[in-house]
């Protein structure tokens, strides 16, 4: 057997336990850190696939600053563990109907011949001076630039929309106004008083 399929299957393996384990561990932070190893087993099995953008960026992106939120905001939480597992058990029929058709469809992909090794045959092993980085931008900045600009823009809107919304004007709240601060003069602010020395008095 090829070394590859060995390492991909080893990965695979780990991957499916680390996703199993998020869903069903009832601690929510080890739900957490199992996330983040699903998330690096992903990773690898990108960089036998020759992806290291790919791979770099999913453990920069989700394991880097993701789950360090998801962490941080799990243990900022007073989260109820008792009412977590109640939720657990009442939801279970739902969740095994959703993820036995989710499962039944995706063996119906893969058995459909449409992404088997003659179809989709795994790529070719390139030079040391390939980069995946440099291919990825050259495609994605000429056959792909409209699509990418459009991306970039609907991100830029949603972005400006969630600062639109949770920006409220609270009246009991004190607010800096540079307007005002970049007009104030000295005399505003300073008054110079006039008063006599000891000496003075004294005489």
Same mark, same amino acid.
């Given at each position: ?37 699903? *998330? ?105 630039? *409209?699509? *990418? ?55």
């Amino acid at each position: 057997m090829n070394f590859l399929l060995i390492v991909f299957f080893v990965f695979a393996v780990i991957l499916v336990g680390a996703s199993i384990l998020v869903v069903t561990v009832r601690n929510p932070v080890k739900a957490a850190l199992y996330l983040v190893l699903a *998330f690096f087993s992903a990773a690898c099995i990108w960089l036998t696939l020759e992806a290291e953008f790919l791979a770099i960026t999913l453990v920069l992106v989700y394991v880097g600053a993701v789950m360090v939120l998801f962490l941080f905001v799990i243990m900022m939480l007073d989260i109820d563990l008792a009412q977590m597992r109640a939720g657990f058990v009442r939801y279970m029929p739902l969740g095994l109907i959703v993820g036995v058709a989710m499962a039944g469809e995706l063996v119906l992909v893969v058995l459909a011949g449409e992404f088997d090794l003659d179809a989709v045959p795994r790529p070719g092993g390139h030079d040391a001076q390939y980069s995946n980085t440099r291919e990825l931008g050259r495609v994605i900045y000429t056959d792909y630039v *409209f699509a *990418f600009e459009v991306a970039a823009l609907i991100l830029l809107v949603a972005i400006i929309a969630a600062i639109t919304l949770t920006l409220r004007r609270r009246p009991e709240t004190r607010y800096q106004r540079p307007q005002q601060q970049v007009r104030v003069r000295k005399e505003d602010r300073l008054r110079i008083v006039q008063m006599p020395s000891a000496g003075e008095g004294e005489e």
